[in-house]
């Protein structure tokens, strides 16, 4: 099993970027998903994360209004519109999901992707 984000790139302030992470392999499901972000020099934070179905999502403060996390269960694939940017949104932006491996059994195991870089230049 693997995740791909996709989709980082250069913009400037007040842009938007989509990203995209794409599950691949031999899996049931993906269960909850999220995005976290890890500025340069700083640790990895949880930005936002949502449910199987959809219907739950969560948010940090700090993009709040301004991001959107949407899923499209029969691609297995999560995405991150982002909107408004600004400079402290800079960094590497990481796929984060609960991948249930088989329909026999309940348990489901934590896969992060290997990152995509947002570089927001003010």
């Known amino acids: 099993v693997s995740l791909v984000e996709s989709g980082g790139g250069v913009v400037q302030t007040g842009e938007s970027l989509t990203l995209s992470c794409k599950a691949s392999g031999n899996f049931f499901s993906v269960q909850t998903a999220g995005w976290y972000h890890q500025p340069p020099g700083k640790q990895r934070e949880v930005i936002a994360t949502i449910s199987y179905g959809g219907g739950t999502t969560f948010y940090a403060d700090s993009v709040k209004g301004r991001f959107t996390i949407s899923r499209d269960n029969a691609k297995n694939t999560i995405y991150l519109q982002m909107s408004n940017l600004r400079p402290e949104d800079t960094g590497a932006y990481y796929c984060?999901?609960?991948?249930?491996?088989?329909?026999?059994?309940?348990?489901?195991?934590?896969?992060w992707g290997q990152g995509t870089q947002v570089t927001v230049s003010s």
């Open positions: 984060n999901a609960d991948i249930r491996l088989s329909n026999r059994h309940v348990e489901t195991y934590p896969y």
